[in-house]
């Protein structure tokens, strides 16, 4: 189920600022006083799929929503990164790691609340932009491409972390969620 478990929080504007959530693992999100000026919307969403192959194209089980139009899949992460389009929205699934891979920057005008979505650990960010950086195998961080401009709803649920982007406020984001099978 849907559970609201925080409430908006503020954090100190500082580059050092890093929001915690408690078990969401694979992503690191930082609180700067500016965004790098590399933030874009281009969508690098990886090499279109049959949706019929989506749910086992990756090293994972990938949960699908009842009305997706597109499917891609991306190897930039170790397992593979699945990508679904439906209607304007993204979702985007990949296997978690205890180590980061999604570094998500963002700005002073970017709000959150944390929550707890289909029994895992999660965080809404709303209000402004932020910017998505993948770290490499090497450790180097690097630009992701992966964007719709909007809120963001992200989690942990099982072995997978899951993003949503692209719906209109956290009501449409939890829905979302709640349908993936």
């Known amino acids: 189920g849907l559970l609201l478990a925080g409430t908006a929080m503020a954090v100190p504007p500082t580059r050092d600022a890093i929001l915690n959530v408690l078990g969401l693992r694979g992503v ?23 949706l019929a192959d989506a749910r086992h194209a990756a090293d994972f089980t990938a949960l699908e929503p009842p009305r997706a139009t597109a499917a891609f899949l991306a190897r930039d992460m170790p397992g593979g990164r699945i990508s679904l389009l439906a209607g304007p929205t993204l979702i985007t699934e990949f296997r978690a790691s205890v180590s980061p891979v999604l570094d998500k ?4 005008d970017t709000r959150y609340t944390l929550l707890h979505v289909n029994g895992g650990a999660g965080i ?6 932020h910017e998505v950086l993948v770290q490499e195998p090497n450790g180097e961080l690097r630009t992701n491409q992966i964007r719709i401009a909007g809120n963001v709803l992200l989690w942990q649920q099982g072995p997978l972390t899951l993003r949503i982007e692209g719906t209109h406020n956290l009501g449409q984001a939890l829905a979302l969620a709640h349908s993936l099978r």
Do not use: H, M, N, Q
């Open 28 to 50: 690191r999100i930082e609180r700067v006083t500016s965004l790098p000026a590399s933030a874009g919307t281009r969508l690098g969403l990886g090499t279109r799929i049959p």
């Open 105 to 108: 920057i963002i700005g002073l």
């Open 124 to 129: 809404y960010l709303y209000g402004a932009p």
